[in-house]
T-cell receptor, first 114, second 112 residues
Framework: GAGVSQSPSNKVTEKGKDVELRCDPISGHTALYWYRQSLGQGLEFLIY????????KSGLPSDRFSAERTGGSVSTLTIQRTQQEDSAVYLCASSLDRGFDGYTFGSGTRLTVV | AQTVTQSQPEMSVQEAETVTLSCTYDTSESNYYLFWYKQPPSRQMILVIR??????QNATENRFSVNFQKAAKSFSLKISDSQLGDTAMYFC?????????FGAGTRLTVKP
């Protein structure tokens, strides 16, 4: 696609439910990144994919968080048994190869856990 | 570990004036990349300017320029002729390999 697409744009869920957030990167971008941005804060790195592999999962905050990428394209970030502290904007970005020209970001998913 | 510090949580500037946003970083790497991103209320992060650490010349993009001081590990952004549309959060970012880390951001308000 022309840009990085994320869905849904907004998601409200009840505490304890599972949620899936989707990211569709720019066609041809081999690298994909997930970040979390809490209210008024900077970006917290979650996970990075090169193709379908995730060389760096160091940022995932707990075992309730997981992510996968299929076909070198779409990625899904799953949060199980959501907690109120999971409320944040989840941003996805993609880049060519190693991203030295910078990342292209989507508009994010605002997750609210009530 | 690499850290990025933006010491100005909020700044304001009058339309048409010049403003400088500060950023410092800490690293033991010799080759890296630095970026400034803008985040308007739409939430989408937009790349403003990019600097390669091995280049001494400061990057410029129209009204946006940087002052890159490698020895001091400083990377400030200067916005000239500020416009109302420049109102946004600005994030400084540091990158090595596939690892891009962001500062906490500076909220810039351009006043008419």
């Amino acid at each position: 696609g022309a840009g990085v697409s994320q869905s849904p744009s907004n998601k409200v869920t009840e505490k304890g439910k599972d949620v899936e957030l989707r990211c569709d990167p720019i066609s041809g971008h081999t690298a994909l990144y997930w970040y979390r941005q809490s209210l008024g804060q900077g970006l917290e790195f979650l996970i990075y994919f090169q193709g379908n592999s995730a060389p760096d999962k160091s940022g995932l905050p707990s075992d309730r968080f997981s992510a996968e990428r299929t076909g070198g394209s779409v990625s899904t970030l799953t949060i199980q048994r959501t907690q109120q502290e999971d409320s944040a904007v989840y941003l996805c970005a993609s880049s060519l190869d190693r991203g030295f020209d910078g990342y292209t970001f989507g508009s994010g998913t605002r997750l609210t856990v009530v | 570990a690499q850290t990025v510090t933006q010491s100005q949580p909020e700044m304001s500037v009058q339309e048409a004036e010049t403003v400088t946003l500060s950023c410092t970083y800490d690293t033991s790497e010799s080759n890296y990349y630095l970026f400034w991103y803008k985040q308007p209320p739409s939430r989408q992060m937009i790349l403003v300017i990019r600097q390669e650490a091995y280049k001494q010349q400061n990057a410029t993009e129209n009204r946006f320029s940087v002052n890159f001081q490698k020895a001091a590990k400083s990377f400030s952004l200067k916005i000239s002729d500020s416009q109302l549309g420049d109102t946004a959060m600005y994030f400084c970012a540091f990158m090595t390999a596939n690892d891009m880390r962001f500062g906490a951001g500076t909220r810039l308000t351009v006043k008419p």
